[in-house]
């Protein structure tokens, strides 16, 4: 009988020993997968900071780079012609327009403008009203913020050029006051760009504006003569 009883409790030792291991088991098993979760989201949030600091010096790089080519610009069609370049490099700008705005003549002009399916640059549109904008280059000069449009492109009328499918454009701003704006679109694709274009363009936007304002002042056009021919011709 005693050795009945023996064996019982070794059996039951046995068992909650077993059990015992299995709990700590599980134990180090949750330990262990919480830290691995946790370690997990610590390289993530590293992986997304290094990507942000990355993009902030990559913007950063690229508003320098701006300044510097439009400032060593012999013309400012010439530093409108750097400015597409340098943002070839970080966005798809193959159908990209600067429009102006002369508040006084009440004109918007394209001095630049590149295009897959139009011939832009050059193009007026005279006796502007923006206090009642028609199309979305005159909305955006009315406003002054950024317009981000996809899809629905037929509800926007009188529109420079073809229709497209997806079109982003920024004021240009000096002071405050709206001198113009900065266009890109694509015509197949609706959700060809996306907010982060939006956030990149409103930044190259205001050293576009400034490296715009610092030629005109070098170049003294502000001269009315010389910014018609030369800006508005």
């Known amino acids: 009988v005693n050795i009945d009883v023996e064996s019982g409790l070794s059996a039951v030792r046995v068992k909650v020993w077993f059990f015992r291991i299995g709990i700590g088991g599980l134990i180090i098993f949750g330990i262990f997968m919480l830290w691995n979760r946790r370690m997990r989201l610590e390289i993530a949030k590293r992986i997304k900071t290094e990507k942000e600091l990355l993009e902030s010096q990559g913007v950063t790089n690229i508003l320098f780079r701006i300044s510097s080519a439009v400032t060593e610009a012999t013309d400012i069609y010439q530093g409108f012609c750097a400015i597409h370049d340098i943002l070839k490099e970080q966005m798809d700008v193959q159908n990209f327009y600067i429009a102006l705005w002369n508040e ?3 004109k918007i002009h394209l001095p630049y403008a590149r295009d897959e399916k139009d011939d832009l640059e050059g193009d007026w549109k005279n006796n502007v009203d923006l206090s009642a904008p028609v199309g979305l280059t005159q909305s955006v000069l009315a ?5 981000f449009v996809q899809k ?3 509800d926007h009328n009188e529109m420079y050029g073809t229709k497209s499918m997806v079109w982003l454009g920024v004021p240009l701003k000096i002071s405050d006051k709206i001198i113009g704006a900065m266009v890109v679109q694509d015509y197949d694709d609706p959700f060809h760009y996306s907010e982060k274009d939006v956030e990149l363009m409103t930044a190259v936007s205001d050293q576009v504006s400034m490296a715009i ?3 005109i002042k070098s170049d003294e056009l ?3 003569e010389r910014i018609s021919n030369t800006l508005f011709r």
Request: hydrophobic letters at 20%.
């Open 152 to 154: 629905g492109m037929e």
């Open 143 to 147: 406003k002054g913020k950024p317009f």
């Open 213 to 215: 304002d610092r030629k």
């Open 104 to 106: 006084e003549n009440r």
């Open 222 to 224: 502000f001269d009315s």
